[in-house]
Nanobody, 116 residues
Framework: QVQLVESGGGLVQAGGSLRLSCAAS????????MGWYRQAPGKQRELVAR???????NYPDSVKGRFTISRDNAKKTVSLQMNNLKPEDTAVYYC??????????WGQGTQVTVSS
């Protein structure tokens, strides 16, 4: 059974930084894209950052220049460095991993709260 475990969320003041990490365990093979999504109360889940197996990344304009995604294929981990956080970044952040075979897995979510 595949499990994604996230860590690193918390409470931070505006302008501060946090680093989220996600580790995959279990029988997961041929990892393709790894990413982070977030969902604020009353809003739809949205993409925050994504990285392909080749290292290509993409970010929405709302976080571009402030967030950086990275991955370690050997360790099956993906991280998200978040700098210059804003109150509108407050949300539950979810790790997502998809495989070449079309399987997708989600973490349980970690709360990020940015106070003004």
């Amino acid at each position: 059974q595949v499990q994604l475990v996230e860590s690193g969320g918390g409470l931070v003041q505006a302008g501060g930084s946090l680093r989220l990490s996600c580790a995959a365990s279990g029988s997961i093979f041929s990892i393709a894209t790894m990413g982070w999504y977030r969902q604020a109360p009353g809003k739809q889940r949205e993409l925050v950052a994504r990285i392909t197996s080749g290292g290509s990344t993409n970010y929405p304009d709302s976080v571009k220049g402030r967030f950086t995604i990275s991955r370690d294929n050997a360790k099956k981990t993906v991280s998200l460095q978040m700098n210059n956080l804003k109150p509108e970044d407050t949300a539950v952040y979810y790790c997502n991993i998809s495989t070449d075979r079309g399987h997708a897995y989600w973490g349980q979510g970690t709360q990020v709260t940015v106070s003004s």
